[in-house]
């Protein structure tokens, strides 16, 4: 019995030193780099939806505000940002515009690196745009940053359609559709004029 005990204590002081690794990956014990996407408030990115999202206010027209997001390198390899930039698959304002601040690509471990963003709206309503960061991290390769505001004016906004189709009508009769234009800025919608133009033939009237 004796051997067997030591042969068993043995075998729980090697298991307690595997518990002991401090490798950033404990399942293959290789050291890799962790990212993590922060606002210059200390909030970090949700680590289930991979987003995080910063709210701008609502800003005067033509009033440069600017905001930014802090990428963290939490690992202990270095952290390679392949692409800090909008998000193709979503629509995003031009009025916002991200300054990258000649970085180069990696981030060593402990660093950080902040990236600002511009937001100087030209109209009136509700503004966003979302940016992606890639990187080497496994679990978290693609963090996404939304960041929203309000321009502190008039805007005007047609609803979809935004063709519309009179289809086929008979010679001498005439055909009625309807359009809605919608004031979603802050301020009054003042409208000053609406014409038909790019008509040769002259079918088109406006009630």
């Known amino acids: ?19 002991r690794c401090q490798c950033e990956d ?24 991979l987003t995080i999202q910063l709210e701008l206010g609502v800003v005067a027209i033509g009033q440069e505000v600017r905001t930014a997001f802090v990428v963290h390198n939490r690992g202990d390899r270095p952290l390679l940002v392949s692409r800090v930039a909008l998000d193709a698959a979503v629509e995003s304002s031009a009025d916002f ?11 060593a471990p402990g660093a950080q690196h902040r990236f600002e963003v511009l937001y100087v709206p030209t109209d009136g309503g509700g503004d966003s745009a979302t940016y992606e960061v890639v990187s080497n991290d496994e679990d978290e390769p693609r963090v996404l940053v939304t960041l929203s505001a309000r321009g502190d004016g008039p805007r005007i906004c047609p609803r979809p359609p935004l063709v519309i189709s009179f289809g086929e009508v008979p010679v001498g009769q005439q055909r009625v559709e309807r359009y809605t234009f919608e004031s979603c800025g802050t301020r009054p919608l003042t409208v000053t004029r609406i014409e038909v133009v790019d008509d040769a033939d002259g079918v088109f009237a406006l009630e």
Do not use: K
């Not at 019995?1 to 518990?19: D, G, H, K």
């Open 97 to 107: 515009r991200l300054q990258t601040g000649g970085f180069g690509g990696e981030i």
């Open 1 to 19: 019995m004796r051997p067997r005990n030591r042969a068993l204590a043995a075998s729980l002081l090697f298991t307690i030193t595997l518990v």
């Open 26 to 49: 404990p399942l293959t014990g290789i050291p890799a780099p962790e990212i993590d996407v922060c606002s210059d408030d200390g909030a970090c990115h949700n680590p289930e939806t």
